[in-house]
């Protein structure tokens, strides 16, 4: 009897489920088409790593989206609620399909911040388009997101950041050209950012005749010691794309610990002057150091009001871009409908077609015709200086 | 053979720091049949407490005490830290379950793992926290030394290793030398008899918790010297000292020290002769062979049950 009560039991949770997601799904399919009255609130989402060991990025990313939203929705006419959305490195990409569920049926979220990572952006993408839900991530840099056969995000996602298709050449390129590299130890954590990152860099080093020692290690690694001890004693570079500044500074320290000169190389992933000083090193970064563009001034100074605790990143910045390319959006749909938008699908439309004359980045901003990716965009090349100052050199 | 020496070291260093976590383990379950999962946070905790009480003393670059009472300081603020938090953790979350289903103080000790990982997130945020050492007496730390062979064996690892083992072995004379020490033996063999010889079980226990987190702490600074600490890194620390302590027979202290140094030396070396990807893999595939084919680890006794 208590066997047979279990199977039904089963069979109920099943038959439930399977019309929770039926629900689910039509929710979706309503809120895409459903009409938005501009003079409502409408939502953003910032979906990103608030906490966990990622959690300094999302807390950079949410600080400028806050600032962004505060100080952009007056600029367009907008009532703009941000809605926050955690998603832990350590649940892994498929965190951001989770949250983006939530976000979904919510008629009045017309556009994701983010994912803040390439693997987020790849598990959320399809859920998210099919919303009608645009995506702009300030952060996600993986090339097949955008590019190639098995591109991993829809129609509906744009960055504004470049990829790595950009940043490995580029980096690969400077220890050649300008460090004179010819022997190159790369690092990888086995994840989807530094494996695509280290991949790209590799092609080009070997390509260019550059004798490379490829390591691997677990992103939960913390001391370094014994990879280390594998790095060649002759290599003049490590390619180190980790996503945490912290691990580049104790990579580096435990280089010099054992002797080893080469100098460390980090991605967009270690830029961060106040835990990666390690001075000689070098990092690369998808945005300048917008302290030092004048007319991002007057913004650096209304964040910092607003965050007197905290110290301007790399992280942030590209976060309030992306704000403004949605409310820039929203604002050139709410215009087209007179008021209304009619489904959140057009504020996509609008997003292919943004063209700010300046950014926050420095200079013009549009997406390239070909892909979603920023048009013209480039990585930067910073050293470190012996006060920890990050000093742009390529 | 330099490759070797300098494997052994990283081993070693590793190693000691494990010990001191799985020391932690072997205390309670020894005495409790507990196994204490949030003993990995208390580490994380105290890695903490250093780290505060260092920026307290001026930071790495401008310490207001030389740099061997800095690390005095930071190392024993941790250790009393983590001991009022362990008795916090036994009077609160354990001690109403005592009687309990096993399960109960398990869960229980799931829940304060979390409790303590996201209290501190909230409190100080999830970013990385770097001791920076390296910057301590301009590199004193990382470059002073003396060789072996053509290894150089820095100061900071000679520090930490040398700690690891003072602590050790006083907590090995006071297990085995100490009337506290000979209760907790006699309470670990057989809880009730060792109350009907008038051993006083709650004092017991709590001094087990006493010197489980005094070492974690102490774990943690040294952990921490040598890279950043973070609010989820218990974790994984709490695991790999788990690892250990299973290793050498989980109530063993010889055991735990044991089984740490091999952890230690088993990942140096398989990141140094095999792979660098597989040293995690190796830790848990070691735990589940031990688990299936010597449960009682290498210095554990079987447990024997009368049916």
């Known amino acids: 009897m208590k066997r047979r ?3 039904v039991l089963a069979l109920a949770t099943i038959v439930v489920a399977a019309l929770a997601s039926t629900a689910g799904a039509g929710s979706s399919a309503v809120t895409a088409t459903q009409a938005i009255n501009c003079k409502s609130t409408v939502k953003l989402a910032l979906i990103t790593p608030l906490t966990g060991g990622g959690g300094f990025i999302g807390q950079e990313q949410l600080s400028w989206s806050k600032y962004a939203v505060k100080t952009l929705a007056k600029k367009y006419g907008l009532k703009v609620q941000l809605l926050q959305g955690d998603t832990p490195v350590e649940k892994g990409p498929g ?15 017309l556009v994701a911040i983010g994912p803040a990572t390439s693997g987020g952006v790849a598990s959320a993408s399809g859920a998210l388009t099919a919303a009608g839900i645009a995506q702009i991530s300030p952060s996600a840099t993986r090339t097949s997101l955008t590019k190639g ?8 996602f744009f960055r504004v950041v470049p990829g790595d298709y950009i940043q490995g050449p580029t980096d690969a390129n400077y220890m050649v050209d300008k460090l004179n590299a010819k022997k190159v130890a790369i690092v990888d954590f086995q994840e989807p950012y530094s494996v695509g990152l280290a991949d790209a860099a590799e092609t080009v080093l070997k390509k260019k005749g550059v004798s490379v020692t490829r390591l691997s290690t677990s992103v939960n690694t913390t001391d370094f010691s014994s990879l280390v001890t594998r790095v060649p004693g002759d290599a ?5 794309p980790t996503q945490q500044p912290a691990d580049a500074q104790t990579f580096g320290q435990q280089l010099l610990e054992q002797g080893k000169r080469a100098k460390v190389f980090g991605g967009d992933g270690s830029n961060s002057p106040d835990q990666f000083k390690l001075a000689g090193s070098y990092v690369s970064n998808f945005a300048p150091d917008i302290s030092g563009i004048a007319s991002s001034k007057a913004l650096i100074d209304g964040w910092k009001k607003d965050n007197p605790s905290a110290t301007l990143g790399s992280f942030g910045p590209p976060s309030y871009l992306a704000v403004e390319v949605a409310l820039n959006a929203i604002k050139k749909a709410c215009d087209a409908g007179k008021g209304k938008i009619a489904n959140r699908k057009l504020v996509i439309r609008n997003i292919k077609k943004i063209n700010l004359k300046t950014s926050i980045l420095g200079g013009p901003f549009r997406f390239s015709t070909k892909s979603n990716d920023p048009l013209n965009a480039k990585f930067y090349i910073f050293q470190i200086q012996s006060n920890g100052s990050y000093k742009l050199v390529g | 053979m330099d490759t070797f020496i300098q494997l052994t070291l990283n081993g070693l260093t590793l190693g000691s720091v494990y010990a001191l976590i799985a020391l932690g383990y072997s205390l309670v379950y020894g005495i409790l049949k507990l196994l204490n999962f949030a003993h990995g946070d ?11 009480v260092l920026q307290l003393l001026g930071g790495s670059t401008d310490p207001v005490v030389p740099i061997w009472l800095l690390l005095v300081a930071i190392t024993l603020a941790a250790m009393a830290g983590c001991a009022v938090l362990g008795v916090a953790i036994e009077r609160f979350a354990y001690r109403p379950l005592r009687d309990a289903p096993r399960i109960a103080p398990l869960i229980s000790a799931l829940g304060v793992s979390f409790f303590l990982a996201y209290s501190m997130q909230l409190l100080f945020g999830a970013e990385q926290r770097d001791y920076d050492a390296f910057s301590m007496d301009d590199g004193a730390l990382f470059f002073k030394g003396f060789d072996i062979g053509n290894v150089r064996v820095p100061l900071l690892r000679i520090i930490i290793i040398v700690a690891a083992f003072v602590l050790m072995a006083l907590l090995w004379v006071l297990a085995t030398r100490t009337r506290t020490g000979k209760a907790m033996q006699a309470t670990s063999y057989d809880r009730e008899a060792a109350a009907m010889m008038g051993i006083d079980i709650d004092r017991v226990i709590v001094f087990a918790f006493v010197l489980g987190s005094a070492l974690a702490g102490a774990a943690g600074v040294l952990f921490a010297l040598r890279a ?5 890194i218990g974790f994984l620390a709490g695991l790999k000292g788990f690892t250990a302590a299973v290793i050498g027979g989980i109530g063993s202290i010889p055991g735990a020290m044991a089984g740490g140094l091999i952890l230690g030396f088993a990942e140096a070396y398989t990141q140094g002769y095999i792979s660098t990807k597989w040293s995690d893999l190796l830790v848990f595939v070691i735990l589940i062979l031990f688990m299936l084919f010597r449960p009682q680890g290498l210095l554990g006794k079987a447990d024997i049950r009368k049916v």
């Open chain 2, 42 to 52: 208390v580490f994380m905790v105290g890695s903490f407490i250093g780290f505060g």
């Open chain 1, 5 to 7: 009560g279990g199977v």
């Open chain 1, 236 to 240: 003049e570079v490590v390619f180190f």
């Open chain 1, 95 to 109: 965190e951001a399909l989770v949250v983006a569920q939530k976000f979904i049926s919510d008629p009045k979220v």
């Open chain 1, 149 to 156: 056969a098995n591109r991993e995000a829809t129609n509906a």
């Open chain 2, 228 to 232: 950043p600490t973070f609010p989820s």
